[in-house]
């Protein structure tokens, strides 16, 4: 007898009981894994480590002259005057560049590089614009998680940069 006709007249009762057993098994031995239960163990934390851990609220730093001259956080952004804009569908709002420039005490500029991340968060990226490209349509986009997009009608969806992190202005 060959092991292939030996398989073929197992029935399959014995290993459906045999794979309920190993399941019921795997689930009683396992109570940390279901719902609403608790552990009691207690993680330790070394002394020199701070047990909260907080993340710094999302801000864009605004660099001149290799020096930080501002920060601004999504709540000093809201406060500007809000532009409208229709880019590839998506219609985005917030403040124009320029506004978010001036707020910043910036008049008188050269290119602005912006900084942060490609459409999908796959790369970092950087749009670097000259001041005659910079106009009321280039917008930083408040977006709904909290952080603020480069777009605009002047930019097109290609160019935009999500989830700006740093403005230099040369």
Same mark, same amino acid.
């Given at each position: 007898?060959?092991?292939? #006709?030996? =398989? ?19 689930? /009683?031995? $396992? ?5 609403? #239960?608790?552990?009691?163990? %207690?993680?330790? %934390? ?7 851990? %907080? ?8 660099? &001149?002259?290799? @020096? &930080?001259?501002?920060? =601004? ?5 809201? @406060?500007?005057? &809000?532009? @409208?804009?229709? /880019?590839?569908?998506?219609?985005? &709002?917030?403040?124009? =560049?320029?506004? !978010? ?12 590089? !912006? ?7 796959? %790369? ?6 000259? @001041?005659?490209?910079?106009? *009321?349509?280039?917008?930083?986009? =408040? ?13 097109? $969806?290609?160019?935009?940069?999500? *989830?700006? #992190?740093?403005? !230099?202005?040369?």
């Amino acid at each position: 007898m060959n092991i292939r #006709s030996g =398989l073929a007249r197992l029935s399959p009762r014995p290993l459906l009981v045999c794979s309920f057993i190993l399941l019921v098994i795997g689930l /009683v031995s $396992a109570p940390s894994c279901s719902p609403g #239960s608790s552990s009691t163990r %207690t993680p330790s %934390t070394p002394s020199n480590v701070s047990a909260t851990t %907080t993340s710094a609220p999302y801000a864009i730093a605004v660099l &001149q002259n290799d @020096k &930080q001259i501002a920060s =601004l956080t999504i709540s000093d952004l809201s @406060k500007l005057t &809000q532009v @409208k804009a229709n /880019v590839a569908g998506t219609d985005e &709002q917030g403040p124009a =560049l320029l506004s !978010v420039l001036s707020l910043a005490g910036i008049t008188d500029f050269g290119e602005v590089t !912006v900084y942060g991340f490609s459409k999908g968060r796959v %790369t970092s990226a950087e749009l670097t614009l000259k @001041k005659a490209e910079i106009t *009321d349509n280039v917008i930083l986009a =408040l977006v709904t998680r909290g952080t603020a997009k480069l777009t605009g009608t002047d930019i097109g $969806a290609q160019k935009m940069i999500i *989830d700006v #992190s740093k403005l !230099v202005v040369r």
